[in-house]
Antibody
Framework: QITLKESGPTLMKPTQTLTLTCTFS??????????VGWIRQPPGQALEWLAL???????RYRSSLQTRLTITKDTSKNQVVLTMANLAPVDTATYYC?????????????????WGQGTLVTVSS | QSALTQPASVSGSPGQSITISCTGT?????????VSWYQQHPDRAPNLLIF???NRPSGVSNRFSGSKSGNTASLTISGLQAEDEADYYC???????????FGTGTKVSVL
């Protein structure tokens, strides 16, 4: 059974740097094709993909936020960390991490099949 | 990369079928068969309903089905039930540096 859980501060001030940790179990981030992504959802709004990291340490970012985001993994701790610099009130959202399944029959997966419960981060002065 | 376009709301009576559209571009939905759909109940995390356009994960009811034509994908819910009342989001893999794009979301109401 795959589980993911996000952790981090709930209240931040503008210009600060946010660090969120996704701690997971039930899969290995060393398995071919497996990835972990971060998706956020401002209150009452739609989902927005932010970043992901693959088993081979390939990292991809939302282009509009690329200069502010950093994603890393610690395979031994089963954790993925997302940092977001220079926060603003518009970054107030619930932040989710989610699992991308590994490759199967030569085809790699492009969807998020298991999600964490999410963590609400409020940015306010 | 703009969000995929979905109707803000769709409603139906119990037992009816409804369809939610999701319109993208030739850089996302039109380029790949990597469309997925997610159901989200209030204050809950999204739950995967459909992947690769028309595949259901184990445990998802066969009342949910997906399809795609050109740059538009669709989710059909047949035999609508009260528990289907939720928000629904489509998503697609893209050819841009923003690898994934989500839809604007559709609120489904069961009358």
């Amino acid at each position: 059974q795959i589980t993911l859980k996000e952790s981090g501060p709930t209240l931040m001030k503008p210009t600060q740097t946010l660090t969120l940790t996704c701690t997971f179990s039930g899969f290995s981030l060393s398995t071919s094709g497996v990835g972990v992504g971060w998706i956020r959802q401002p209150p009452g709004q739609a989902l927005e993909w932010l970043a992901l990291i693959y088993w081979n340490d390939e990292k991809r970012y939302r282009s509009s936020l690329q200069t502010r985001l950093t994603i890393t993994k610690d395979t031994s701790k089963n954790q993925v960390v997302l940092t977001m610099a220079n926060l603003a009130p518009v970054d107030t959202a619930t932040y989710y991490c989610a699992h991308i399944p590994g490759c199967s029959s030569g085809s790699c997966r492009r969807f998020f099949d298991d999600w964490g419960q999410g963590t609400l981060v409020t940015v306010s002065s | 990369q703009s969000a995929l376009t979905q109707p803000a709301s769709v409603s139906g009576s119990p037992g009816q079928s409804i369809t939610i559209s999701c319109t993208g571009t030739s850089n996302d939905i039109g380029a790949y068969n990597y469309v997925s759909w997610y159901q989200q109940h209030p204050d809950r995390a999204p739950n995967l309903l459909i992947f690769d356009v028309n595949n259901r994960p184990s445990g998802v009811s066969n009342r949910f089905s997906g399809s795609k034509s050109g740059n538009t994908a669709s989710l059909t819910i047949s035999g609508l039930q009260a528990e289907d009342e939720a928000d629904y989001y489509c998503s697609s893999y893209t050819s841009s540096s923003t690898l994934y794009v989500f839809g604007t979301g559709t609120k489904v109401s069961v009358l």
